[in-house]
């Protein structure tokens, strides 16, 4: 079963970029500059920040349906991201060498089933979630500070 794996669109967060600081904080959004590789994950081209890059730290509703699961949690996003990444049967860096929470979810926003998975167990635990006609969507969050990671899907 093949799967697809897409960041956030970049169009969702571009009106953001190049705010002063003073106007992202009346947002709820602050301005980090990336002074450790590995540890900012970005959300739109799902790959880890270099040194002195700038980001966007603000939160993100990954789970929209009302739900008991609706889920609201902290990200990052890079300033000035280009292109929202998108690709078949490939689990990203940012997400291969994290811990991961996999929650599989039904058309209405329901948790089916999920799993923690790190590195080689994550292809499997997604094919195993997607075998389950129920679940239309999983989404993997880093499992030791909760950030939404990304959503899969099938392909």
């Given amino acids: 079963m093949d799967f697809q ?18 106007e992202l904080l009346q947002q709820g959004v602050m301005r980090r500059i990336c002074d450790e ?3 900012y994950p970005d959300r739109i081209e799902m790959r880890e920040a ?3 890059e700038s980001l966007l730290l603000l939160n ?3 789970m929209e349906k009302n739900s008991p699961y609706r889920a609201t ?3 990052y996003v890079l300033e000035n991201a280009k292109n929202t990444y998108q690709a078949k049967n490939e689990i990203p860096d940012v997400m291969s060498h994290r811990m991961l929470s996999l929650r599989g979810f039904d058309q209405d926003g329901m948790i089916l089933d ?3 998975v790190q590195g080689d167990e994550i ?7 997607l075998a389950d006609d129920r679940i239309v969507h999983i989404d ?9 990671s990304g959503r899969i899907t099938r392909a």
């Fill in 73 to 75: 949690h902290a990200i």
């Fill in 50 to 52: 270099k040194l002195g």
């Fill in 5 to 22: 794996i897409n960041g956030l669109p970049v169009e969702k967060f571009s009106h953001l970029f190049g705010l002063t600081d003073e």
């Fill in 60 to 62: 993100h509703t990954s």
């Fill in 140 to 148: 993997a969050h880093n499992a030791a500070q909760g950030c939404f």
């Fill in 123 to 129: 292809r499997l635990a997604i094919l195993k979630l």
């Fill in 114 to 116: 999920a799993c923690i």
């Fill in 37 to 39: 590789a590995p540890g």
